[in-house]
């Protein structure tokens, strides 16, 4: 249902995951923990690490992607598409150009997200 990334997140991270709403929170911890590292490997100038982590938040944002319910979701799901596909901009920019504040910038509105999404599920920790 979800699809083979949200199931190997759940995997990797060993726990249970009680519903649909803990699953999307764990995607943007996911994007943000990348993101993190991408950064480091920037930093460092490990060109391998950057592609490889810089990947990874594209998967996941992917991800998000393709779990938006249109049916449901109206005009939020539209918006939060477009958002989603713009951050993969960002990444791809910011693997290409080595850019920092391209990858601040999409850890900044992951960062919001992550929030919101808490607030409106109440389902953090």
Same mark, same amino acid.
């Given at each position: 249902?979800?699809?083979?990334?949200?199931?190997?997140?759940?995997?990797?991270?060993?726990?249970?995951?009680?519903?649909?709403?803990?699953?999307?929170?764990?995607?943007? +911890?996911?994007?943000?923990?990348?993101?993190?590292?991408?950064?480091?490997?920037?930093?460092?100038?490990?060109?391998?690490?950057?592609?490889?982590?810089?990947?990874?938040?594209?998967?996941?944002?992917?991800?998000?992607?393709?779990?938006?319910?249109?049916?449901?979701?109206?005009?939020?799901?539209?918006?939060?598409?477009?958002?989603?596909?713009?951050?993969?901009?960002?990444?791809?920019?910011?693997?290409?150009?080595?850019?920092?504040? +391209?990858?601040? +910038?999409?850890?900044?509105?992951?960062?919001?997200?992550?929030?919101?999404?808490?607030?409106?599920?109440?389902?953090?920790?």
């Amino acid at each position: 249902m979800y699809g083979n990334l949200a199931h190997n997140i759940y995997a990797q991270n060993n726990i249970g995951v009680e519903s649909p709403a803990k699953l999307v929170e764990m995607l943007y +911890e996911g994007v943000l923990r990348f993101n993190a590292q991408a950064k480091k490997a920037v930093k460092d100038r490990d060109v391998e690490k950057r592609v490889y982590w810089i990947n990874r938040s594209v998967a996941v944002i992917t991800e998000l992607v393709s779990i938006l319910d249109h049916s449901h979701g109206g005009d939020v799901s539209k918006y939060l598409e477009g958002l989603y596909n713009y951050e993969i901009q960002l990444l791809t920019s910011a693997g290409i150009h080595n850019n920092m504040d +391209e990858l601040d +910038e999409v850890s900044n509105v992951f960062k919001g997200l992550l929030e919101a999404w808490r607030e409106t599920t109440d389902v953090a920790q």
